[in-house]
Nanobody
């Protein structure tokens, strides 16, 4: 059974930083593309960042480019999202995602989802 467990969310002020973690189990993590999506109230789930299985290729949404960094530690079966210079519009539930065959850049390509972690940025 595949499990993706996110942690690290919380309430912060604008301009602050947070690091999200996603611990994976039940899948061949080192061969899975991993990513982060987010969903704000009343909005569709949107892509945030993704990383290839070997970690050499990364993708970012334009809205977070230069502020967020995705990374992974295959020895720990964990993917991270370092978020800096947070803005109120970054407020959302953040979901970890796994793609067994590629890099999860769209919700349709995601094979597994985490349960989500809330990030709230106050202005």
């Amino acid at each position: 059974q595949v499990q993706l467990v996110e942690s690290g969310g919380g309430l912060v002020q604008a301009g602050a930083s947070l690091r999200l973690s996603c611990a994976a189990s039940g899948l061949t993590f080192s061969q899975s593309g991993m990513g982060w999506f987010r969903q704000a109230p009343g909005r569709e789930r949107e892509f945030v960042a993704a990383i290839s299985w070997i970690g050499g290729i990364t993708y970012y949404a334009d809205s977070v480019k230069g502020r967020f960094t995705i990374s992974r530690d295959n020895a720990k079966n964990t993917v991270y999202l370092q978020m800096s210079s947070l803005k109120a519009e970054d407020t959302a539930v953040y979901y970890c995602a796994a793609d067994s065959f590629g890099i999860p850049r769209t919700a349709r390509s995601v094979d597994y989802w985490g349960q989500g972690t809330q990030v709230t940025v106050s202005s």
